[in-house]
């Protein structure tokens, strides 16, 4: 069974670019999460999804992040315009039941 | 706010040897807990949980002690092996599925 996939695995954009993540979940897997994790620290939730909806948003910062989940599937995050302190590895996971979080290998992003 | 916290970070022990890992939260509502490993370059791996209920669960080598009253728990891991070495992420969250709080991990090598 394939795991979580996430593109792209490095990122290097100056800031004020836009930058986009992709993930695509485990088949079947109708919970689907987005952490971002800073060097020396835990992941910190930015999103949730069941299906296509979000369900937890509360800390993803809204004036520059948004994200998606069309058809309950595959997942896009996105940030427009990068800065410097969003340097960082953004991670995604999904789930069937809660708890058991499966992480792909995270995208790790460097805003220069 | 760190809700979270694994106040080590790092920890080396010996083949063969008990390797523990220690986590303490602060917020009084979680009741389930996770233990996470990360290998370099990969996303998180779940490990073992343990919900309010109980105090202690076991899966082969590892196993993790919950004292509700301190608001700590512990991963124990015997015999260590060197495949081991890795960085363990301590998890808490209210209920299974919710917004998942990190510690920020302890980095553990196992020396041959």
């Known amino acids: 069974e394939a795991g979580v996939v996430q593109s792209p695995r490095y990122k290097i954009i100056e800031k004020k670019q836009p930058v986009a993540f992709w993930c695509n979940p485990i088949s079947g897997h109708n919970t689907l999460y987005w952490y971002r994790q800073n060097l020396g620290q835990g992941p910190e939730l930015l999103i949730r999804y069941e299906n296509e909806e979000a369900v937890d948003d509360s800390q993803l910062p809204k004036d520059r992040f948004s994200a998606e989940r069309l058809k309950g599937v595959d997942s896009t995050l996105k940030i427009q315009p990068a800065e410097l302190g969003d340097s960082a590895v953004y991670l995604c996971?999904?789930?069937?039941?809660?708890?058991?979080?499966?992480f792909g290998e995270g995208s790790r992003l460097t805003v220069l | 706010d760190q809700q979270v916290k694994q106040n080590s970070p790092s920890l080396s022990v010996q083949e063969g040897r008990i390797s523990i890992l220690n986590c303490d939260y602060t917020n009084s509502m979680f009741d389930y807990f996770l233990w996470y490993k990360k290998y370099p370059a990969e996303g998180p791996t779940f490990l073992i949980s343990?919900?309010?209920?109980?105090d202690k669960n076991e899966d082969g080598r590892f196993t993790v002690f919950l004292n509700k009253s301190a608001k700590h728990l512990s991963l124990h891991i015997v015999p260590s092996q060197p495949g081991d070495s890795a960085v363990y992420f301590c998890?808490?969250?209210?209920?299974?599925?919710?917004?998942?709080?990190f510690g920020a991990g302890t980095r553990l090598t196992v020396k041959p």
């Open positions: 343990i919900s309010s209920i109980k």
């Open positions: 998890a808490a969250a209210e209920l299974p599925g919710n917004d998942m709080r």
């Open positions: 996971a999904s789930s069937l039941s809660p708890g058991e979080l499966f």
